[in-house]
């Protein structure tokens, strides 16, 4: 079956620009996740939705992200005026639930390069 | 709070050489641990996984074992081959949203 899509591949924008990345899961999967993997940070958790309900944000690295998912399926990370420091690549992660016994399914990631 | 050490890399090994990658953790409760694999130019793939103490998780000839009294889920495998030249992320799922928790990375290099 199709897995975790991502979508552009690569984004390379100018500083200040806004981007928004795009998740499709894994259909009928209710858990998503967004992580960010860069050089210096490694592989770092951004945001969890149980279905369309983000219970907490505070994993976000600034008021400049924001993440929405709708129909509990796809879901976009949008970073608005971006920086440097926002390169990375971006990953999305989906899970038939919650439960920590999961596996996690990732997609390919997002290449977001900020000139 | 709860976290992942694993050894840094990079590690050369020749084909058919042992492997060993050490990960510790540090988490409260009963978190479920994890391999996974990124081979170059794909995504995050799950190696294996163990969910309570003492399980072995096993495949592709790797194997991990959940061992409490050390707080350790070292990966091993007995002899390597070139395709399984990657880096590997030790994992484990004590994040507060239910996210995993990774370790650094450590990257494979199988020479023939």
């Known amino acids: 079956g199709a897995g975790v899509s991502q979508s552009p591949s690569n984004k390379v924008t100018e500083k200040g620009k806004d981007v928004e990345l795009r998740c499709d899961p894994i259909?009928?999967?209710?858990?998503l996740y967004w992580y960010r993997q860069s050089l210096g940070q490694g592989l770092e958790f951004l945001i969890y939705f149980q279905g369309n309900s983000a219970p907490d944000k505070s994993g976000l690295p600034s008021d400049r992200f924001s993440a929405e998912r709708t129909g509990g399926s796809v879901s976009t990370l949008t970073i608005q005026r971006t920086q440097q420091e926002d390169s990375a690549v971006y990953l999305c992660?989906?899970?038939?639930?919650?439960?920590?016994?999961?596996?996690?399914?990732f997609g390919p990631g997002t290449r977001l390069t900020v000139l | 709070g709860n976290s992942v050490t694993q050894m840094e890399g990079p590690v050369t090994l020749s084909e058919e050489a042992f492997l060993t990658i050490n990960c510790t953790y540090t988490?409260?409760?009963?978190?479920?641990l994890f391999w996974y694999v990124q081979y170059p130019g794909e995504g995050l793939q799950l190696l294996l996984k163990?969910?309570?103490?003492?399980d072995k998780g096993s495949n592709k000839g790797f194997e991990a074992t959940y061992r409490k009294e050390t707080t350790s889920f070292h990966l091993e495998k007995g002899s390597v081959q070139v395709s399984d030249s990657a880096v590997y992320f030790c994992?484990?799922?004590?994040?507060?949203?239910?996210?995993?928790?990774f370790g650094k990375g450590t990257k494979l290099s199988v020479k023939p």
């Open positions: 988490a409260t409760g009963y978190p479920s």
């Open positions: 163990a969910t309570k103490a003492d």
């Open positions: 259909s009928g999967h209710t858990a």
């Open positions: 992660a989906s899970s038939p639930s919650g439960s920590q016994y999961n596996e996690q399914f």
């Open positions: 994992a484990l799922s004590g994040g507060s949203q239910g996210n995993l928790i």
